[in-house]
């Protein structure tokens, strides 16, 4: 988490970086105050979502034009970030979702995982009307709009795949750009075999519960 850190102060200084500590037991909000960054310490365990929209309501909160979502296990390289953020610039989309299986894919997971990947691309492609290939994707950035949407709701456990959604359902403009990916210097996936088919089974069924729903959350300019 520190060399992610140090690799986002070295493309832009200016950055504000926010990390969400969120009820870990290792030092991680102590290596990240020594670096001068925000650090949001959750009490405990909130999860994927609920530490994800901790972020979001900081970015509202203290008026963020941008976001981006990153990983701190070093498997996101802050180098692509022009890649990601430059359709947001030009005003082209409100999420940008930085894809390992658009242009030349170089990235190589489980048998199990390309299965799920492939089946969730389909399935959100065709919600969304356009060709989407890694909804699973955690390197992503939004805009204002995107912020107050994910501020004011976010889905929990494996939540990518079902916020793309959300983006659709409340008509803002998605758009996905090829990025390179390494492999991960710290951690490890909270999917593992075992978990791959119940959780390509509740995924997909939290989207079609999802696309039934009345209730939208407000956006910034609702």
């Known amino acids: 988490m520190a060399g992610v850190i140090d690799e986002i102060r070295a493309f832009d200084s200016a950055f504000e970086i926010v990390v969400i500590d969120d009820g870990s037991g290792d030092n991680t909000s102590e290596v990240a105050r020594a670096r001068g960054v925000h650090v949001v310490t959750l009490p405990f365990n909130l999860g994927i979502g609920g530490a994800m929209q901790t972020g979001f309501r900081f970015a509202r909160m203290n008026d963020f034009d941008l976001a981006v979502q990153i990983d701190g296990d070093g498997q996101h390289d802050p180098a692509e970030l022009p890649a990601l953020l430059a359709p947001l610039q030009r005003d082209e989309a409100d999420l940008v979702v930085g894809s390992r299986f658009a242009g030349q894919p ?5 048998f199990t995982r390309r299965i799920g990947i492939r089946l969730f691309a389909f399935t959100v492609s065709a919600i969304a009307h356009q060709r989407l290939t ?14 107050a949407l994910f501020a004011a709701e976010y889905p929990q456990d494996y939540p990518e795949v079902e916020a793309t959604v959300m983006v659709v359902k409340h008509r803002l403009r998605l ?16 999917i593992t075999a075992l978990r791959s088919l119940y959780y390509i089974t509740k995924v997909l069924l ?10 939208k959350a407000p956006l910034e300019d609702e």
Request: proline share 2%; aromatic share 12%.
């Open 206 to 215: 939290a989207l079609f519960v999802y696309l039934f729903r009345s209730r």
């Open 134 to 147: 890694d909804t699973t994707s955690g390197f992503r950035a939004v805009n204002r709009r995107g912020i």
């Open 106 to 110: 170089t990235f190589r997971s489980s």
């Open 175 to 190: 758009k996905e750009v090829p990025v390179r990916m390494r492999e991960r210097a710290g951690g490890r996936s909270s």
